[in-house]
């Protein structure tokens, strides 16, 4: 079976966001952030809350599907999305990204231009981090050294991903490891024979400090280093450790985040407690 195009009818929805929040206050934050109206573009919002709700007037459009659970977790939250997703496409969004038509359109147009992709990555802009993209095209088998993969800039054919791959829900904000959920995604992805590729396109703004900006003091930050590792690199992962612990020096001499030695314990710790609880047995 050939895989879904996304340009088979106009009218139809060739692309969902699927964005995951909880709570009213995150209604509001969807709200106030930028969804243009896009053909073929609808926002899939998947809410974690419980008790009574108010839908933000900014969001009562034919573009917009509002689905609500009382789940908790960040994966179980994108889970609940994934599965109520329709369209042959589907990026995943945060609450407070930003949107413009022609982001939108030209993800489109990637997964037009690249029939065999299952996955494409993006960037996206921000005025608060910067980050290292690549100036090219290149496989997500031999990401360069540098380059790492958020979550707002993943996409990819439903029809790849549904009901075969699904967010581990040990991983991710309200889990026992609160990061490292899209490592872990892609890696499934790519493990299960399916072909994903960075493409230089930006498509959102997103100026908010990222999960492992906001934690970089926090013991569970090299603990969810360690888990994810396990998996990326089951053998190698000692190895990597050091290194990893080696580029904390110049920031543990400002004081931002623990000594080596301390990363180093957490590292480990992460590696223990994913074993314990075999946080990636398959169901």
Known sequence: MGKE????DKKSISLQVM???YGQDGLKRIATSAHPEVEGVEYLVSCQIEGDFTIPKELERKDFKIFVTPSKGLSVNRNHALSHATAPL?????????YSAKGLQSLIEAFQNHPDADIITFRYDSSVSKKFYPSHSVSLSKIPKGYYISSIEIAFRRQSIQGKIWFNENFGIGAMFPSGEEDIFICECLNAGMQGIFEPITIACHNGPTTSERNLMLPSRPQTKGAVFLRLHPNSWPLRMVVHALREVPL???GLTPSPISYCKNWIN?????KRHKVFRKS
């Open 252 to 254: 543990w001499k400002k």
């Open 19 to 21: 964005i995951c929040t």
């Open 90 to 98: 589907l990026l995943i969004s945060d609450d407070d990204t930003d």
């Open 270 to 274: 992460g590696v223990i407690t994913a």
């Open 5 to 8: 195009t996304p340009f088979t």
